[in-house]
């Protein structure tokens, strides 16, 4: 399957979400009054109602809105990050699904006399993973810029020998903002705000995600956030095609802590040295990391003796 014909049909998918929206609207057009249910309990009685009109605007603009950068993010960007493009669509999917969900359970019924159980919202979200992924699969995979990997190495291993770098970043800024945060968040909910609970967690995410932790050996690359060791991220060194020591700009990789970008995928908790290795059969990894030329050495050393050791 060519990229065009990739991009097309995750386009396609993207784009019909909202066209499934409005083809259920006009179907039951003549079959829903001026007032329609559109919350319900979990034992499937309305609790919740609203104009037909409001809530068929509402619907259908969002998801035209989201399907639009969709398929805008397919066609413009040179690479689009899979994980982004499927979380877009099965959003679009799952906003779609509830419409069509809240309009068919109102077709030929008062509002009052409307069902709709909980086993159509488990339907709903499964579809819009279902359709999420699709279009994670059909997209094409980024292409690296970094050459393959193939070069001399700085130094070689013996075929038995153990060899093992560690490397770490962290952030005091990050730190330093995070615990601010967090505190602030504490006084604002003693103060009697329940969102000083939202700003206190924001801030202990900070906190959590200001430093890494990065492990070179034989089985790959293992990278990870904070005390407790996740999130993580492992690349076999079989699944290594390429690795360079880069200055990481966090602008570029999407921003600061875990990223899922146009470029690929990035562990950043500050601006400066880190590894880019090109991942065969994935986007680019970046993680920022403290000298990491000697993680490039080990990498380029293990990977020249894998390749020595390999059957002819």
């Known amino acids: 399957m060519t990229v065009t014909m990739r991009r097309t049909g995750a386009a396609a998918l993207m784009a019909l979400a909202p066209v499934a929206f409005f083809a259920t609207r006009a179907i039951t057009r003549g ?9 319900f309990r979990l034992g ?34 040179r690479t689009v990050a899979r994980p982004f493009a499927g979380a877009l669509a099965g959003g679009t999917w799952v906003l779609s699904g509830v419409g069509i969900s809240v309009l068919l359970a109102g077709r030929g019924v008062a509002p009052a006399d ?29 292409v690296s810029t970094l050459t393959p990997a193939g070069a001399e190495p700085a130094y070689h291993l013996a075929p038995r020998e153990r060899a093992s770098w560690f490397g ?24 009697g705000h329940v969102a000083g609970a939202f700003v206190c967690l924001v801030g202990l995410i900070a906190v959590w995600l200001h430093s890494l932790e990065v492990r070179v050996d034989a089985d790959g ?60 059969g994935a986007a680019d990894l970046a993680i920022t990391v403290d000298d990491p030329q000697g993680a490039v050495d080990l990498i380029n050393a293990l990977l020249a003796r894998e390749s020595t050791e390999q059957p002819s």
């Open 221 to 280: 690359v293992t990278a990870h956030f904070g005390p407790v060791a996740w999130p993580r991220v492992r690349v076999p060194l079989a699944g290594i095609a390429a690795v360079e020591a880069q200055e990481i700009e966090p602008t570029k990789w999407g921003g600061w802590g875990y990223r899922l970008g146009r470029r690929g995928t990035a562990l950043v908790v500050r601006r400066g040295p880190g590894l880019v290795i090109a991942r065969t």
């Open 168 to 191: 770490s970043a962290r952030s005091k800024a990050i730190l330093a903002i995070g615990l601010v945060v967090a505190v602030a968040g504490v006084v604002i909910f003693v103060l």
């Open 44 to 77: 499937g009685e309305p609790d919740g109602y609203s104009s037909t009109s409001g809530f068929v605007l509402g619907i259908g603009v969002a998801c035209v809105l989201l399907a639009t950068a969709g398929v805008a993010a397919i066609w413009f960007s």
């Open 114 to 142: 409307a069902r709709s159980g909980w086993g159509v919202s488990v339907a709903t979200l499964v579809a819009g993973v279902a359709f999420g992924y699709a279009v994670a699969w059909l997209l094409p995979p980024a």
């Open 31 to 39: 079959d829903i009054g001026p007032r329609i249910a559109t919350h």
